[in-house]
């Protein structure tokens, strides 16, 4: 009998090693909310974060251990004034491997300052996608911005390695987009709550106007950053190509929350990509990116000399 319940324990430690997608690594950050509430509650809501983001099956897909993405949640937090109620703001990160490299390419990096959640300790987090919104619209929230998130990551992560790979996922965070809560100061999911939120990004990549951007994130990854290691040249014409065609899609859709949200975290990148390259080359990178990643303009006019 002892064997039997041995050989299920092994088994059901294998299929959880190759089942999961996400490595993520969540922090809960208090220190504005006040003394007025224990900080065990806080420690207890991270631990349950992380077990939702890391043990739960997004896809129908197995991943080894060392194929799980990269991901880091950081969840700061404010109080409201109201019992349980908090107001925060979320940075999502995520990177993908490079080939035949220990480097991971920054793929995601993003501020959601929308998120208002109620929570008491030891509640159960739940996500439910044919409920999203659950009995209780503010208790909800914070599971379907983790769950859009989380499939945000897998979507962009397979769009970067097969072209239109991460369709089925940016359509599931569109389902979640869809049937979001909705009540008393949540916000982010709807087109007139902003230009820059969950509604656009996954409208953005949804859109068949702007399908551009799939072969964009796939030519920037599989067919550039990938190939740095067996042709550096080839590899950095492809993100030349890459950049041109974000210059064409930014002309023909100036002010699309995706083109800003692809730069997000690839300035030191971008520079080291192009630092080794030959003087005209070197010339036209700072200039294109100059102008479509006029957050970092300094850095690239500084440092691509």
Not at 102 to 114: E, H, R, T, V
Not at 279 to 288: C, F, G, N
Request: proline content about 2%; hydrophobic content about 40%.
């Amino acid at each position: 009998m002892r064997k039997i319940s041995l050989l299920f324990l092994l088994a059901f430690l294998y299929n959880i090693s190759v089942a999961q997608e996400l490595k993520a690594n969540v922090t809960v950050v208090s220190n504005q909310v006040g003394n007025n509430v224990n900080q065990n509650t806080f420690r207890t809501l991270q631990t349950a974060l992380n077990t939702f983001l890391n043990t739960r099956k997004w896809t129908t897909d197995n991943f080894a251990t060392n194929e799980r993405i990269e991901c880091n949640f950081l969840l700061n937090l404010q109080s409201t004034g109201d019992l349980n109620v908090y107001n925060a703001s979320i940075t999502i990160q995520a990177a993908r491997p490079v080939f035949n490299t220990s480097y991971l390419s920054p793929i995601i990096n993003f501020k959601d300052d929308n998120v208002i959640f109620k929570y008491i300790e030891f509640q159960q987090i739940e996500f439910n996608e044919n409920r999203v919104s659950g009995s209780d619209a503010l208790v909800s929230n914070l599971t379907a911005i983790l769950a859009y998130y989380a499939n945000m990551v897998i979507a962009f992560d397979y769009a970067s390695f097969g072209l239109r790979g991460g369709d089925i996922y940016f359509q599931k965070a569109q389902n979640i987009v869809n049937n979001a809560p909705d009540g008393r100061g949540i916000s982010g999911w709807r087109a007139f709550d902003g230009i820059r939120n969950r509604y656009w990004l996954v409208e953005n990549m949804t859109n068949s106007r702007y399908t551009i951007m799939h072969d964009i994130y796939y030519n920037y990854y599989r067919l550039g950053m990938d190939k740095l290691y067996e042709d550096e040249n080839s590899a950095r014409a492809e993100i030349m190509n890459v950049l041109n065609l974000l210059n064409n899609f930014i002309t023909d859709n100036p002010n699309k929350m995706i083109s800003q949200f692809f730069f997000q975290g690839k300035s030191t990148e971008l520079i080291k990509i192009f630092a080794k390259a030959p003087p005209q080359e070197k010339l036209r990178a700072s200039e294109i990116l100059q102008r479509l990643d006029i957050t970092n303009a300094g850095k690239y006019k500084d440092e691509l000399k």
